[in-house]
């Protein structure tokens, strides 16, 4: 292993690293960590951290499982990964992103310079998510999708008011191969189809069938993904 950064111990406890790990400058790899093979981390990085909690937070305090690295994942300058979550193989975590508690993020992914993703986010494998795209909690993004710079997806329809919300907040569910485009936002509970496209800019306010471009404010079907587009 190649440290540079801080390994913190708790009660003896530290991080486990496998022998070909590299970690970079002024980084901090807290003790509920394991790394796997051939991981590199970045300059900067704080690893395995707890997330905190704000006094309003309708979150349950609770104790996270170990957060897992998968071999040959690399995450650059400036990321910050918290506890509870497991990373795949082969996957790319960008400068300065920031992933949150009890997410799964799959195999040979791209999580893009500044991107968010909140907490208990389920990611399937080679998704990309470009510069500054923001993930929020409970979402399902399937296999192969591609979400590009600054798209904005939502929760919560009530904003923090009414208890009604408790019941209703959901993220939205991208379906293997669908493609959002820049700039675009996707209502609460909104369902991307399997190879949709979401166009520039779009307000996506209903669900989005399968193999169908839609874009507009708000988005509306029109017409058919070529089949020559389909990621498989």
Known sequence: MINHGTLVEVDGKKAKIADSVKIGYNSVIYPDVELKDNVIIGDNCIIGKTAERAKTSTLKKEKFTPLVIGEGTTVCAGAIICAGTTIGKDTLVGDGAFIREKCTIGDKCLVGRGVT????????????????????????????????????????????????????????????????????????????????????????????????????????????????????
């Not at 590009?148 to 919300?165: I, L, Q, S, W, Y």
């Not at 993220?171 to 493609?179: D, N, Q, S, V």
Request: glycine content about 8%; overall charge positive; aromatic content about 6%.
């Open 117 to 232: 993703v909140e907490n208990d986010t389920k990611i399937g494998n080679n998704v990309k998510m470009q510069a500054h795209a923001y993930v929020t909690a409970w979402m399902t993004i399937e296999d192969n999708v591609f979400i590009a710079p600054c798209v904005t997806t939502t929760n919560d329809n009530f904003m923090g008011r009414t208890e009604k919300r408790f019941a209703l907040k959901k993220g939205a569910t991208i379906k293997k191969g669908a493609r959002v485009g820049a700039n675009a936002i996707l209502l609460p509970g909104i369902t991307v189809g399997k190879e949709a496209f979401v166009a520039a800019g779009s307000i996506v306010t209903k669900d989005v069938p399968d193999g169908k471009l839609v874009k507009g404010v708000p988005a509306r079907v029109m017409k058919d993904v070529p089949a020559e587009e389909y990621s498989e």
